[in-house]
Each structure stands twice: as structure tokens, then as C-alpha cells.
């Protein structure tokens, strides 16, 4: 595709179950992100992965969040067990090797009841 | 300490007038420096990028980068209501390519 896609665009769950959200990148970026921004907030950034490997985790709010990409590509966001403050957009992001430029998906807004 | 630094707003300027935003970081080795604009309800979208110190213009936007003082601004000319949104500041870190958000500046333009 010409940008980065996201889905679900939103997501309605229950407290207690588990989500995933996906994202597929610019074709041929190497670089993916994700972010998660809650209402009225900044960006706060969760992982990065370069190719398949995450270098920086560091975001991660617990363990309940993982994320895996496969292929150089599709990355999914995994959130377990999903809490109330895990509302929020989760947003993804893709840069090239070719220029820093990164780019943002349309997001996934998650609501947990 | 954050890493990156905005005055959150927000910042009201007159139609027409030419608003003015400013970031600074923390790491001297920092390459790479973008702004962004996110609309209420939107996705940040990529409006200018600056590696060099100095100026670069595009249309009604200028940035500017003083890798000296550790600060890169944005300088939109004949500012539009249109423009009125939150404008995000990123920097990418020399170890790691990872990229740092500013917590963002609300800009309001006034008819």
C-alpha cells in the first residue's frame, strides 16, 4: 500500500481480555514503532523494531504488552488481560533506511469497558 | 529529564502573523530533526525535516536548527486558522535510531 495501514481502526473490548493490534508498514521500511497516545496527551513510545529484532522494549508499560514483527513487515501488538488505562490510540509507524522520514498509520483507538 | 522539550500552549497568533515554535533536546550527538502536526482526532503527520544547522523552507513553513545551542524551531508565515492544531517535535538520537516525541505545542490561530 502507499502508507501505513492499521487495524482494527477502533476496538471495543472487555476488561480482563485480550487484544491484538496490528500494523503493516510502508513496503520496504525496516524501521517500525509503536506508540500509544491517550487522550489529551503526547505520544509515548512503546517499541521499535528494526527488520524483525526490537532493539529498544524499553516503552513496554508491563507485561501484559508484547509486540512480534515477521517477515520485515507486519507487526502486531499484543495486550493481555487489557485494563481500563489501556484505553487509548496505538499508533504505528514506519521509517527507510534511504532517509529518516517516518510516517504514521491512521492509528487504533481501544476502549476497554 | 525529558529528552525533549515544548512549551505545551497553548499559543494563540493573529491570522496572518507568523507563529513561532520551539523545541530543544538534550543529546548533543542528535542527527535528525522533524516537526510534526496532528489535527484533533488525527494520526501526526510529517510536515518539515532538518539535519543541518541553518534554515530550510517550504512554502509558508521554515525550520531552523542550532545544533550549538541544542534547539530546532518551526516558523510558519501567514498563519491560516487551518494551521491551528497540535505541532509535535521528534529528534532521532545518535545510538539506536530511536525517535523521541516532544510532548507537543497547541497552536491556535484567531481570525
Known amino acids: 500500500g502507499a502508507g501505513v495501514s492499521q487495524s482494527p481502526s477502533n476496538k471495543v473490548t472487555e476488561k480482563g481480555k485480550d487484544v491484538e493490534l496490528r500494523c503493516d508498514p510502508i513496503?520496504?521500511?525496516?524501521?517500525l514503532y509503536w506508540y500509544r497516545q491517550r487522550l489529551g496527551q503526547g505520544l509515548e513510545f512503546l517499541i521499535y523494531?528494526?527488520?524483525?529484532?526490537?532493539?529498544?522494549k524499553s516503552g513496554l508499560p508491563s507485561d501484559r504488552f508484547s509486540a512480534e514483527r515477521t517477515g520485515e513487515s507486519v507487526s502486531t501488538l499484543t495486550i493481555q488481560r487489557t485494563q481500563q488505562e489501556d484505553s487509548a490510540v496505538y499508533l504505528c509507524?514506519?521509517?527507510?533506511?534511504?532517509?529518516?522520514?517516518?510516517?504514521f498509520g491512521p492509528g487504533t483507538r481501544l476502549t476497554v469497558l | 529529564q525529558k529528552e525533549v522539550e515544548q512549551n505545551s500552549g497553548p499559543l494563540s497568533v493573529p491570522e496572518g502573523a507568523i507563529a513561532s515554535l520551539n523545541c530543544t533536546y538534550s543529546?548533543?550527538?542528535?542527527?535528525?530533526f522533524f516537526w510534526y502536526r496532528q489535527y484533533s482526532g488525527k494520526s501526526p503527520e510529517l510536515i518539515m525535516f532538518?539535519?543541518?544547522?541553518g534554515d530550510k523552507e517550504d512554502g509558508r513553513f521554515t525550520a531552523q536548527l542550532n545544533k550549538a545551542s541544542q534547539y530546532v524551531s518551526l516558523l510558519i508565515r501567514d498563519s491560516q486558522p487551518s494551521d491551528s492544531a497540535t505541532y509535535l517535535c521528534?529528534?532521532?538520537?545518535?545510538?539506536?535510531?530511536?525517535?523521541?516525541f516532544g510532548s507537543g505545542t497547541r497552536l491556535s490561530i484567531r481570525p
Open positions: 509507524a514506519s521509517r527507510g533506511l534511504a532517509n529518516n522520514e517516518q510516517f
Open positions: 513496503s520496504g521500511h525496516t524501521a
Open positions: 523494531f528494526q527488520g524483525n529484532s526490537a532493539p529498544d
Open positions: 543529546d548533543r550527538g542528535s542527527q535528525s
Open positions: 532538518i539535519y543541518s544547522n
Open positions: 521528534a529528534v532521532i538520537y545518535s545510538s539506536a535510531s530511536k525517535i523521541i
